[in-house]
């Protein structure tokens, strides 16, 4: 793997760049065409330059170096040597399309540099790197075990013409006996002390509860807060009026004892993610507590890729089903068997039990077969099925299932056409459905008719009525029509639809575009969501991919066939509710799948995201899952 990217790096950035010698006046090229680094010319003698940087040192012992993709967002590494690896202990494999920062963070799974990194030298990189500068420097890094290692870093950039294409990172690590347990490094830049005082100076009494009395020791605030006080002074005390500032100084350790409190933290989360998600969570906190998980869920600083093994059996094979989560349990319905055959069954997997197994289950009556359906949960035990193409072709009728009923039995929905008001949308498949108003409401939109036709209606069944019916959202404007575009729902009743294969003029397109609608609105309308950043910095267009709602209202895609080369896998997160949002590339470490599609994706208890099957683009292999676990659970981390 690790050589068919260097192969591949070689072929790339078969990079040589000219250097002259200031002492020397030498022209010294440095070929990066192998693991180790060499010149051919002019190596030896020991010159500093105006920087005090010695030149030769660089080149003149096996130098730990790195290539990043300039053409990318946020430059992924796309090379690295082997010295790079022994010297920071990551594996190639594991570093491969990250940014490069992830050496100022101790733990691996961190997600905010170490307080020790100095942010002057950090924000010195990002501007060189911004402005296609040349950067030398000497900065903290941490090996993969946290040890700390001294960083003398030269980043060099590649043009092409006036284009930077690439990134040449160049390090020499040095051992250094900093002491991390005293933070010590002044955050501060020391040419304004006047400005602020460096509080870790200070030492504070802290009052502990211990065994239900008070202990009195000695600590300093950074540590107890865990945030520098770059942060704590620049993001929220400088905020504050004179008169909050004085309080909370008086205050503060009776404010930490008070938001430690577990119920405080719990209603803190139902307030910000609502009830639903909040019941949802609460079996991850048994371990976790509410205060671990709201920060886990926030930073993402634990999420991971697992693979994992599963029996039983889901036959007769088949693809293009749809799955959905019931609490705990995952549901699959229908899909595409051999010679296109539209199946009808309902299959179920225990995730509680130790060895979950497939059990197909037995239902008193089944909907039509089907593929190119969609499948969503309701309220408690209560499934949906909507749509897809049958024996016949496209349907538009819609079952339900309560799975812990004594004898489970899908039902056809009676809804307005059969006698009612309203319209009920035309039959079709590929469409999109999510549900809104804690499952309350069955949101559909577009899709594909049966004379191959895409659709940008959108219609929702609200099911909290005895005789569900079919209401459409008509707006005076509709994003494109298409299919395999994902509906995902934030903030309760608000809507985002990305991606699919959009129709746009006489061109059928992958898109890449996000809308959103607010369906508490009394005329709801759809916007098109402006995002801030570059171009090219959010996903690359899409269809039948992934789109989750984390509870913090974030939107997590990822899956679906793509054009091009680029990954499936990477996972792109958006906050819809930003003026300008603007999507951010997640790296998660741990084994992600090759495939993932939409309709093949469910989300466990609020934190576990579980991709079924798909090793390649046809092969559809249900006993193997993987799984986006976003908050850590101690039980199984070993
Ligand atoms: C080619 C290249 C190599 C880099 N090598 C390192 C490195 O070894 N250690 C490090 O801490 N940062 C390194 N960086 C810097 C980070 O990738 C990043 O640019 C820096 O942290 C500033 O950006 P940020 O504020 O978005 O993190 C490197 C950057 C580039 C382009």
């Known amino acids: 793997m690790k050589e068919e990217r260097g192969e591949e790096c070689y072929n790339q950035a078969m990079v040589k760049r000219h250097k002259r010698s200031a002492s020397q006046g030498v022209e010294m090229e440095i070929c990066i065409n192998s693991d180790d680094m060499e010149t051919e010319e002019g190596g030896g003698e020991s010159e500093e330059d105006e920087n005090g940087f010695n030149l030769f040192h660089y080149l003149a012992q096996p130098s730990a170096f790195v290539v990043c993709d300039a053409l990318e ?9 082997s010295v790079f690896e022994s010297a920071t202990g990551y594996r190639a494999e594991e570093v491969l399309g990250r940014n490069c920062r992830f050496l100022q963070f101790r733990d691996p799974r961190a997600q905010r540099r ?34 700390p290692v001294l960083n003398r870093l030269r980043v060099i950039p590649i043009y092409d013409g006036s284009m930077v294409t690439h990134f040449i990172g160049i390090q020499v690590f040095s051992e250094t006996d900093l002491d991390l347990s005293s933070l010590s490094y002044p955050v501060f830049r020391k040419e304004n002390p006047e400005i602020l005082p460096r509080k870790m100076d200070i030492k504070i009494p802290i009052c502990n509860y211990h065994e239900g009395g008070l202990l009195e020791r000695d600590a300093d605030n950074s540590r107890i807060l865990q945030l520098s006080d ?32 577990e119920h405080l933290r719990r209603v803190v989360c139902q307030n910000a993610w609502g009830r639903d998600m909040t019941v949802r969570l609460e079996p991850s906190t048994r371990q976790l507590g509410w205060g671990r998980l709201a920060r886990e869920l926030t930073t993402l600083e634990a999420a991971t890729w697992k693979k994992f093994t599963v029996g039983g059996r889901v036959e007769p094979s088949r693809c293009n089903f749809s799955a959905c989560a019931v609490g705990n349990r995952l549901v699959l319905f229908g899909g595409e068997g051999v010679d296109m055959q539209p199946m009808d069954d309902t299959f179920v997997l225990n995730l509680d039990v130790a060895s979950p197994e497939w059990h197909r289950v037995k239902v008193a009556s089944a909907p039509p077969g089907r593929w ?22 496209p349907l538009n009728d819609a079952f339900v299932l309560d799975l812990d009923a004594q004898q489970p039995s899908w039902q056809e929905l009676a809804t307005s056409s059969e006698g009612g008001t309203g319209t009920r949308p035309l039959p079709r498949s590929w469409h999109s459905s999510c549900t809104i108003d804690n499952g309350s409401k069955l949101v559909v939109s577009g899709g594909c008719t049966d004379t191959g036709a895409l659709l940008n209606d959108t219609f929702l069944l609200d099911l909290t009525k005895e005789r569900p019916m079919w209401r459409e959202i008509c707006t005076s404007w509709a994003p494109p029509s298409r299919l395999g575009h994902t509906l995902s729902v934030y903030d309760n009743n608000k809507i985002m639809m990305f991606g699919g294969l959009a129709k746009s003029g006489s061109l059928s397109l992958r898109s890449c575009d996000a809308y959103m609608m607010d369906l508490e609105e009394i005329e709801p309308r759809w916007r098109q969501l402006g995002f801030n950043g570059f171009e090219g910095a959010g996903p690359p267009p899409r269809l039948d991919h992934v789109a989750v709602s984390l509870p913090c209202g974030r939107i997590l895609v990822f899956g679906g066939s793509i054009a091009g080369l680029h990954s499936p896998v990477q996972l792109f997160l958006l906050n819809p509710v930003e003026d300008k949002p603007a999507w951010q590339l997640l790296n998660v470490p741990g084994p992600a799948p090759k495939f993932a599609w939409g309709h093949s994706t469910c989300v466990v208890g609020g934190t576990r995201i579980l991709v079924l099957g798909g090793h390649t683009g046809e092969e559809w292999i249900l006993n193997e899952l993987h799984e986006l676990c976003l908050a850590s659970r101690p039980d199984e981390d070993g």
């Not at 967002?73 to 040597?81: K, T």
């Not at 704590?232 to 100084?249: E, Y």
């Not at 190119?372 to 072709?393: A, D, M, Q």
């Open 114 to 147: 170490h307080p020790l990194v100095d942010p002057t030298a950090v924000s010195e990189i990002r501007q060189c790197v911004e402005n296609g500068a040349e950067f030398q420097g000497e900065l903290l890094n941490f090996r993969k075990d946290g040890t």
């Open 73 to 81: 967002p946020d430059f992924p590494i796309i090379y690295v040597n």
């Open 372 to 393: 190119g359906h969609t499948i969503s949960s309701l309220n408690g035990s209560w499934l949906v099925v909507f749509g897809g193409c049958g024996r016949n072709g």
């Open 230 to 261: 770059e942060v704590l002074a620049h993001n929220i005390l400088s905020r504050l009026t004179p008169r909050d500032v004085a309080s909370i100084g008086s205050v503060c350790t009776r404010m930490r004892q008070i938001t430690k409190n």
